[in-house]
């Protein structure tokens, strides 16, 4: 550049955004654009990848048939089918959380991803929120096809006692069943190669503990309270009591289930921060954690 015919530079312009501050809009921006490219991959993975017809929708279906005879051989209530089917459904989720949120990071680790992650100056939350998003998008699409077949094979009869209640008690379901998958995914990291046992050994206890397919009072009232800081026991139990008129097979009244999960998504939340906080420590200042084979 010539003496005394300076030229303004913008520093904005030349300067990478992850080596200066940013304001808080192009903050919001970034982490924005970062959820929504996470999101992206599973949503897009919904239309791409149609094997899971087979196994998410099929297989649940067949999993609530043998319950579904059970229970007519028994002549129980008429509601107990619906109860099998709603359980088989939300199975999609819990298997999302355990492997898809829960062991996330972890199988990021082992493909040399999650460094990148670290680098990047987007906000490890929302690259969680993203994967929370597409992965709500993605189990809902597996859930309502076991909804709808299950219906039609099973002749589900629906008494739905309140429509925004219950809309109230599935999303609630979902925010704290996503933030334990946000708090398992820091935690199954630091656990290394444990994260595959994990997933699996968290699978099967909690299909009984929150009575998938059975109504969870029938553990007893205080294994049901015990249980249900795994939100599916509490949303299970309050959305069977909306959908099908059944609040005298209810463990708890409606209104303080619907607390109660308001409660855990603010608990979980706070864990999650916590824990990712912790992780982000160990990885950047203990120099493990993102490493592969470490």
Not at 193 to 209: C, D, F, I, K, N
Not at 262 to 267: D, F, G, S
Not at 284 to 294: E, F, N, P, V, Y
Request: charged share 15%; aromatic share 14%; net charge positive.
């Amino acid at each position: 550049m010539p003496a005394g015919n300076p030229v303004a530079v913008d520093e904005r312009a030349v300067i990478p955004a992850g080596a200066r501050d940013l304001s808080l809009w192009e903050r919001l921006l970034l982490n924005a654009r970062a959820a929504r490219a996470r999101a992206y991959v599973r949503v897009m993975a919904t239309f791409r990848e149609l094997s899971w017809l087979a196994f998410e929708v099929v297989m649940p279906v067949l999993a609530a048939a043998a319950y579904v005879f059970i229970y007519e051989a028994l002549d129980a209530p008429p509601q107990y089918t619906g109860f099998v089917l709603l359980g088989g459904a939300m199975t999609a989720y819990w298997m999302n959380v355990l492997w898809g949120m829960a062991s996330q990071f972890y199988w990021e680790k082992q493909s040399g991803l999650l460094e990148i992650y670290f680098v990047a100056p987007a906000s490890k939350v929302a690259l969680l929120f993203g994967m929370a998003a597409g992965g709500i998008f993605m189990s809902s699409s597996r859930a309502i096809s076991t909804i709808v077949a299950g219906s039609l094979l099973f002749d589900i009869r629906y008494d739905v006692v309140s429509w925004p209640a219950a809309i109230a008690a599935f999303l609630l379901t979902l925010s704290a069943l996503y933030c334990l998958g946000m708090m398992f995914a820091s935690v199954f990291l630091m656990h290394g190669r444990e994260a595959w046992h994990l997933s699996h050994a968290l699978q099967e206890p909690v299909y009984l503990l929150s009575g998938f397919y059975f109504p969870v009072r029938a553990l007893g009232f205080w294994v049901g309270v015990g249980s249900s800081i795994i939100p599916l026991t509490l949303g299970l139990d309050a959305m069977r009591q909306l959908v099908f008129g059944a609040p005298d097979m209810g463990l708890l009244p409606v209104a303080w289930e619907l607390a109660g999960l308001a409660v855990l998504t603010v608990v979980y939340f706070v864990l999650a921060l916590q824990a990712l906080k912790k992780m982000e420590y160990l990885a950047k200042k203990a120099g493990r954690l993102t490493l592969k084979w470490q």
